[in-house]
């Protein structure tokens, strides 16, 4: 059952994030920011759109976080995203000093966890596997539809 405030209502909101994506033509990862059980940032992937390498859902939503709380530091935020983070997002989550970070599917090629978890902050505590399956099918659509 989806409940309001709970890991699986916030990664469905991720998810809508990854499907605007998908229909923009961007590799379909989505992220929100969620503090004290409220949505303070939504993101997708626009790279494509905005012509960088750099606006991953991550970033684009660490930054509107931080723009919105006036404030560089999300210690008490918690970041969802569809799909396990590259470096250079968990980076970037580790520079903002994430509190908590829930994906959804693992990225074996690019996800941090290949490097290890030393990429995240210290205090901050990791959940993966929340809607393991349909981020990684919407990820699967989207490269088999590339490909075709």
């Not at 580790?94 to 990225?107: E, H, N, P």
């Amino acid at each position: 059952m989806l409940s309001v405030f709970s890991d699986d209502f916030f990664m469905k909101e991720a998810y809508k994030q990854a499907q605007y994506a998908l229909e923009e033509g961007e590799i379909p990862i989505g992220a929100v920011v969620v503090s004290q059980n409220k949505i303070i940032a939504r993101a997708y992937n626009q790279t494509e759109k905005l012509n960088d390498v750099t606006a991953h859902a991550e970033i684009l939503a660490i930054t509107a976080a931080s723009n919105y709380l006036g404030n560089k530091y999300l210690h008490e935020c918690t970041l969802y995203v569809t799909v396990e983070p590259c470096v250079m997002c968990a980076g970037a989550s580790y520079w903002a000093q994430v509190k908590r970070l829930v994906f959804g599917t693992t990225d074996p090629k690019r996800g941090f966890r290949r490097f290890g978890s030393t990429l995240l902050h210290p205090k901050t505590e990791i959940e993966s596997g929340i809607m393991a399956h349909e981020c990684a099918h919407l990820m699967t659509e989207f490269f088999l539809n590339k490909r075709n």
